[in-house]
């Protein structure tokens, strides 16, 4: 059974599915509120994020498996560096929305990597105590993403298509685990959206 983090918030969906958004729409909510909090994202920003972008762009080309690896390892800070992590300011009273989470490794990595790799990678992680998954189809996926220049190396219908599989099999897997798991319909207005999550978390 894992651990479920009181107050803490994931995003999660295929790309182009609006999480960014939703995260930025939930920060602004937040800031009128007395409400103390801390928007994160994986990858993040620090060193290891930075070499995952650079994966990411096609720049450096890595094993599947390792890109797992750095994705765990990039968690692993995001979760629990000290002072800036997602623990530290959980127990500073914040909420921590994140936009993505491991639930994105279960849904990408195994596309290339073995699922039950990926998964014994990630198995110790806290579950939030809820994740929203914007669902879209890889087709409006594509349309979304059509307007941007640079594509990364998920960013192709035929990925998007094994990644939503992934994601439902993954939310299979752990729909008794602990923690709530609310599927949304990501090609709903922005707003609406939002309220949505906003009603779910008392905001
Ligand atoms: P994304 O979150 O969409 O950010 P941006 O819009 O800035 O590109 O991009 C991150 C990409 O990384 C996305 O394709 C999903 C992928 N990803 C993984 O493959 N595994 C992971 O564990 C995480 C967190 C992300």
């Known amino acids: 059974m894992h651990q479920v983090l009181k107050n803490f918030i994931v995003l999660e969906g295929l790309d182009g599915a609006g999480t ?6 939930l920060g602004e909510i937040l800031k009128t509120k007395s409400r103390e909090y801390h928007l994160s994202c994986e990858p993040s920003d620090g060193p290891i994020g930075k070499l ?3 994966i990411l762009k096609g720049a450096i080309t ?9 994705f765990s390892a990039d968690r692993k800070e995001h979760l ?8 530290a300011q959980l127990n500073n009273n914040k909420m921590a929305i994140s936009d993505r989470y491991f ?7 195994s596309i290339k990597s073995d699922f039950d790799f ?8 806290p579950l939030p105590e809820h994740l929203f998954f914007l669902d879209i189809s890889p087709e409006i996926g594509e349309k979304r993403l059509s307007s941007r220049d640079e594509k990364e190396i998920f960013e ?4 998007q298509i094994k990644v939503r599989d992934n994601y439902y099999r993954c939310f299979e897997r752990l729909k008794n685990a602990g ?7 990501g090609t709903a207005a922005i707003e609406e959206i939002t309220l949505k999550i906003r009603n779910i978390l008392g905001l």
Do not use: C, M, W
Not at 103 to 109: F, G
Not at 156 to 159: K, L, S
Not at 179 to 185: P, V
């Open 52 to 54: 995952i972008r650079q």
């Open 20 to 25: 960014s958004t939703q995260l930025s729409a």
């Open 156 to 159: 192709i219908p035929e990925i």
């Open 118 to 125: 990926v998964y014994e990678l990630n198995k110790d992680f």
């Open 62 to 70: 890595v094993h599947s498996d390792t890109l797992a690896y750095l």
């Open 179 to 185: 923690g709530s798991i609310h599927i949304l319909d």
């Open 80 to 87: 629990y560096a000290p002072e800036k992590g997602v623990l």
């Open 103 to 109: 639930y994105s490794s279960l849904a990408y990595q």
